[in-house]
């Protein structure tokens, strides 16, 4: 099964592995990722801060197999790099079915984007791409680490717009 | 064109203050410019060419502040290449963000929860067994290895570039990280036992016997695969209880 399926700009880091890793008690962690698949430094990276009987592996996001992850038996830890990204992966098969809840861990600051927590800043349409998430079934959370209290999708708007 | 050696020890010296001006916006954009700007005032005598190299130092990047010290070294890598006209211009930037996250990973594994922890539980064990001084030499050799941890990784960086990902691969930091875990634990049950014996001994050398008795019984409890929290409180309460017992039946002090 897939335990949790997370958005951070950073993909894997100490927030992942030494949080949630062991949080969710993942076997295996899955980044979904054009841009990383096609850096062999990326590839090498990834596999560098692995704690032992851990594994990682790092795809195109549509060579992902969404359906054999839903199915696995150990539990499944999905990195995707931004909103935009968990909506591309919503039409290529990671449905709420599979993952009941969509964590955004970090998003950086940009141009356009507004701080709604400490780690993430969103732009309109990303608030807009989450609301769309939610409407799909997603329970969508903002949580860094797992200690972390989670924000729901109304609080978020509640910042966003007040961060205005 | 290199950068030579003591510029690289004045970057590396900039390194410590890596987080000094740390913001949410950038995180530790401001400190990575800063340390890698002597590097960069080498590499670059005109000042147009200067100023964009240090612009794209500004973008936002977040690391375990110790282990960061390899994509510093290795940026100023990229960077000798970018002046030479070897690499484009955003080489260094894409290793600095392909590296952060799988780096602050390694760092925050290692030292954030295995070597800092065992150093403590080390310095908690000593200081109870030797008096402060053991605490002074735990600080000073924690310090001096991860010193020396740092200045490793910077060179590795420098020297190697991308490469510096299969140095780092060799030193098999994970698979340490879950030693030290285990032995800290280790060190801080020798520790809670120490103490709870001291404190118990200065009471009389029965409550010794007994919080040994107790100690033992939980051991034996967990070797018997019961649930470490529940078996803990158990033999607690069970200690407590027979030493308020044998109290009671001399009479109490």
């Known amino acids: 099964m897939i335990a949790l399926a997370r958005i951070d700009e950073r993909l894997v880091h100490g927030q992942v592995l030494v949080g949630w890793v062991p949080h969710l008690g993942a076997r295996r962690v899955v980044v979904a990722d054009d841009e990383a698949a096609r850096s062999p430094l990326a590839r090498a990276a990834m596999s560098l801060a692995l704690p032992p009987g851990v594994e990682a592996s790092v795809d195109p996001l549509n060579a992902v197999d969404w359906e054999a992850l839903g199915r696995s038996s150990d539990p499944v830890l999905v990195v995707l790099r931004d909103v935009a990204e968990a909506e591309r992966a919503l039409s290529a098969g990671l449905t709420p079915g599979r993952v009941a809840v969509l964590n955004v861990g970090n998003v950086h600051y ?55 | 064109m290199n950068v030579p050696p003591v510029t690289l020890r004045r970057v590396f010296w900039r390194c410590l203050f890596l987080q000094a001006a740390w913001n949410r916006r950038g995180m530790q954009n401001l400190g990575f410019a800063y340390a890698i700007d002597p590097a960069l005032r080498r590499l670059y005598a005109d000042p147009g060419k200067r100023r964009e190299a240090l612009r794209r130092h500004l973008a936002t990047f977040n690391c375990h502040p110790y282990t960061a010290a390899a994509i510093v070294g290795g940026a100023i890598h990229h960077e000798e290449r970018v002046a030479a006209g070897q690499e484009p211009p955003g080489a260094p930037l894409a290793f600095k963000q392909v590296l952060q996250g799988p780096l602050a990973a390694v760092g925050d594994g290692f030292f954030w929860s295995g070597l800092r922890p065992f150093f403590g539980a080390l310095a908690a064990v000593g200081t109870l067994a030797l008096g402060w001084p053991a605490l002074v030499a735990a600080l000073l050799v924690y310090n001096a290895f991860h010193l020396w941890l740092r200045w490793t990784l910077f060179r590795a960086g420098y020297r190697s570039g991308d490469e510096v990902v299969v140095r780092l691969a060799a030193l098999s930091l994970p698979a340490w990280a879950s ?5 800290g634990a280790v060190l801080c049950g020798v520790a809670a036992g120490a103490g709870a014996l001291s404190a118990a001994g200065r009471i009389s050398p029965w409550a010794g016997v007994l919080a040994i008795g107790a100690a033992v019984a939980g051991i034996v409890a967990l070797g018997l695969r019961a649930r470490l929290l529940p078996t803990a409180y158990a033999v607690m309460a069970v200690g407590s209880a027979v030493g308020a017992a044998t109290q009671v039946f001399r009479g109490g002090r």
Do not use: C, K, M, Y
């Open chain 1, 110 to 164: 940009a141009l356009g984007r507004r701080q709604v927590t400490p780690s993430v800043f969103l732009s309109g349409a990303e608030v807009e791409g989450l609301r769309r998430l939610a409407a799909a079934g997603f329970r969508v959370e903002i949580r860094a680490v797992p200690l972390d209290v989670p924000i729901d999708l109304a609080e978020i708007e509640r910042r966003w717009n007040a961060a205005g």
């Open chain 2, 179 to 183: 030693r030290l875990r285990d032995g």
